[in-house]
């Protein structure tokens, strides 16, 4: 029997929270769920269709080069203006424009186009996301609240992959992409309902003495080109996963055979609920320790977890254990990277770049898919596996953390 003091302590806990956090984080969880199923469930669905593995991937990477015009303006816009309701119109907008192209596609045209205006619209989205935290969450630790967002937005990927891939077995092959749409109308209605308190909060709070904007730097943090490469790495390697490992499943290893859609939607879906468990948690135990200690742990956990899926490749039924270990160290470190990568960011740049650094980010991540899924495309379509491009994570990620943690002890 479900015991109803425990929702009393939920609404609790969650009625702790600021007004404002709490609503960007039920924007966030709206966004995430519209995104989920289309940030994993994608490339299977074409790869089903009949587009290529370079075809796929190609689309992701033109989606990151429009993501990076997006950025440009967006951070700029941020900086002037520190509004960000009209940005995340504007994205959701853009994002039923492009559902309504995935939807409709059945070559590699309608879908370049689909993923262009998905690019567009997360370059607009991400920076002014990720803005608003800061200025909504006082007196709580910015760490803590990214935390939160970052929580939410697991629940969100999790029900959207789950929910997406239930509608696309047993409905309709591209629900997803209409569930996103529902979803984008959904943060529309939220935003246009509280607009004008979002915009007093943010202007009442970036006049206060309080403010993070305020704070008196002038210059970018010494170590922040050693700081934005890892994170450009990390990303890359989130990207990998995203996009990459299902197709590496689907299509077997180097002795590892070919595993079905219905058991790699399973493996998504376990990594996905790791993810939704440990996120709080982990981003809670981060935000007690140094500033860079979650980027450390973070390239430590993908160094360790690329291996193990390098390993699995070159092993038959046993391959499977190491896939499953492999996707608990990364929900380890995602859990750990995502809460920790953007208070890193904020803080390391100028007063009046925090908009620009935010834009940063977003283009880290958008980074981590301009080469990534299409470099491992080709391997994909050339070699049928793709062992050497875990492999290179793995090094490249140690190589960073012993650089990071040398330097930034």
Not at 95 to 120: C, E, M, N, R
Not at 316 to 334: E, H, N, P, Q, R
Request: hydrophobic letters at 50%.
């Amino acid at each position: 029997m479900i015991n109803p003091n425990r929702f009393q302590i939920a609404k609790y806990w969650w009625i702790e929270f600021p007004f404002h956090l709490r609503l960007i984080t039920k924007i966030r969880f709206f966004a995430s769920f519209g995104a989920g199923g289309v940030i994993y469930l994608t490339s299977l669905i074409f790869n089903d269709i009949g587009l290529s593995a370079t075809e796929i991937g190609l689309g992701f990477t033109i989606s990151a080069i429009i993501g990076t015009i997006t950025r440009l303006f967006t951070g700029n816009y941020l900086n002037k203006t520190g509004k960000i309701q009209y940005p995340l119109i504007a994205s959701s907008i853009i994002t039923i424009v492009a559902g309504f192209f995935l939807i409709f596609s059945k070559d590699p045209f309608f879908y370049i186009i689909g993923q262009s205006f998905i690019g567009a619209a997360a370059g607009i989205y991400w920076p002014s996301a990720e803005f608003g935290v800061p200025y909504f969450c006082y007196p709580m630790d910015t760490r803590k609240a990214y935390s939160l967002v970052r929580s939410a937005e697991a629940f969100g990927i999790f029900m959207g992959v789950f929910f997406g891939g239930f509608l696309t077995n047993f409905f309709y092959s591209k629900s997803i992409f209409v569930n996103d749409i529902f979803c984008m109308f959904v943060i529309i209605f939220l935003i246009l309902q509280n607009k004008s308190s979002i915009q007093k909060t943010l202007v009442n709070f970036q006049k206060s003495s309080k403010d993070p904007i305020t704070l008196n730097q002038n210059n970018w943090n010494k170590n922040s080109i050693l700081i934005i490469i890892s994170i450009v790495l990390l990303t890359t390697s989130i990207a990998l996963i995203q996009v990459t490992l299902p197709l590496d499943l689907v299509k077997g290893g180097f002795y590892r055979k070919a595993l079905s859609d219905e058991f790699i939607s399973f493996v998504i879906s376990f990594q996905l609920i790791l993810l939704l468990f440990l996120q709080w948690p982990v981003g809670s135990w981060i935000s007690k320790k140094g500033r860079l200690f979650g980027l450390k742990f973070s390239l430590l956990s993908f160094s360790i977890a690329s291996l193990l899926l390098f390993i699995s490749s070159y092993l038959d039924f046993s391959a499977i254990y190491l896939i499953f270990f492999s996707l608990i160290i990364i929900s380890l470190g995602t859990s750990s990277f995502l809460p920790t990568s953007t208070d890193v960011v904020f803080r390391i740049a100028p007063s009046n770049k925090k908009g620009y650094a935010l834009a940063l980010l977003s283009q880290c991540f958008a980074m981590g898919y301009f080469f990534g899924p299409f470099i491992s495309g080709r391997v994909l379509d050339v070699y049928g596996y793709a062992s050497i491009i875990w492999l290179s994570i793995s090094f490249f990620c140690l190589i960073s953390f012993m650089i990071l943690f040398k330097k930034l002890f």
